[in-house]
């Protein structure tokens, strides 16, 4: 049998789940997306790109940390394990303030689809351990980099007991995914309200965040059935004055219609309730 959510709490339709992509690439690895529109010949280090990745660890996440404070929300923050050498006063700042910290692999060059079962494994047990230790908060959750998983994330992740898995997008609510080390929760992740795809692949002015955001909202609230809306910054793309501004306002919006907002693990919960 199917399980199925009725309502979110509050006997809400509509749920809203913040999360900041908090990244880190290996040393000598610039990110593959970045904000200039001419790549460098192959072999050539982008240090503009690496520059710009570095807000997140440097500014970005402190700033997204202020806000939600100001808000009195709590987020999903998706962590690179390297952060925990890099800025283990920010990971355990997060955990700290009260939001869920998830597992984000070692480094997001680091690609499950790209690597092998046993050399993932070793990526998902060093993240979780660095994550653990640093923060006192073992993550629950997991995204990889570039939400793209092998065919043997879902299980390897129960077998090292995660709750929940985010690599998913073919589904609007949870459900049970079943894996030779046991169930696990599916829990689709929305790509709509996003900032790396939105402002840096498809050139959208930041503001569009909130245009995008209010025509979600109200999708969701005509519905008959619940879901969220998944609003995502980057620390080091949107956590930025213009990005964070659009953040405190998709916030307003998502006070007016009554959405519950919550943390990633949060719905599962209360999926995992019903």
């Known amino acids: 049998m199917t399980t199925t959510l009725q309502r979110w709490p509050g006997d809400r339709i ?3 789940a913040i999360s900041i992509m908090f990244e880190q690439w290996d040393a000598g690895v610039a990110p593959g997306l970045g904000p200039m529109g001419n790549p460098l010949p192959a072999g050539a280090l982008d240090h503009q790109a690496v520059s710009w990745a570095d807000y997140g660890w440097r500014t970005g996440v402190g700033a997204a940390l202020e806000l939600l404070e100001k808000e009195q929300l709590a987020a999903t923050f998706y962590v690179s394990g390297m952060l925990t050498e890099t800025a283990p006063d920010a990971v355990r700042a997060i955990a700290e303030a009260g939001h869920e910290i998830a597992g984000h692999s070692w480094a997001q060059n680091r690609i499950p689809a790209l690597i092998s079962r046993e050399e993932e494994s070793a990526e998902i047990a060093r993240c979780t351990e660095a994550l653990a230790a640093v923060s006192g908060q073992r993550p629950r959750g997991w995204i990889s980099p570039r939400c793209t998983p092998s065919a ?4 390897l992740l129960a077998g090292q007991g995660y709750e929940w898995h985010g ?11 079943e894996t030779p080390e046991g169930r696990i929760v599916a829990l689709p992740f929305g790509m709509e309200i996003n900032d790396l795809p939105m402002t840096v692949r498809y050139g959208q002015p930041t503001r569009e965040l909130v245009s995008s955001f209010a025509f979600e909202a109200a999708a969701l609230a005509r519905g008959s059935r619940p879901g969220h809306i998944d609003v995502t910054l980057h620390a080091h ?15 307003a919006e998502a006070r007016r219609h009554d959405f519950w907002i919550a943390t990633r693990g949060d719905l599962v919960d209360q999926f995992v309730d019903i």
């Open 14 to 16: 509509g749920a809203v």
């Open 152 to 155: 043997s994330t879902s299980e």
């Open 167 to 177: 690599d998913v997008f073919d589904a609007d609510q949870p459900y049970w995914r």
């Open 237 to 251: 793309v949107g956590c930025r004055p213009a990005g964070l501004l659009a953040l405190t306002q998709i916030i």
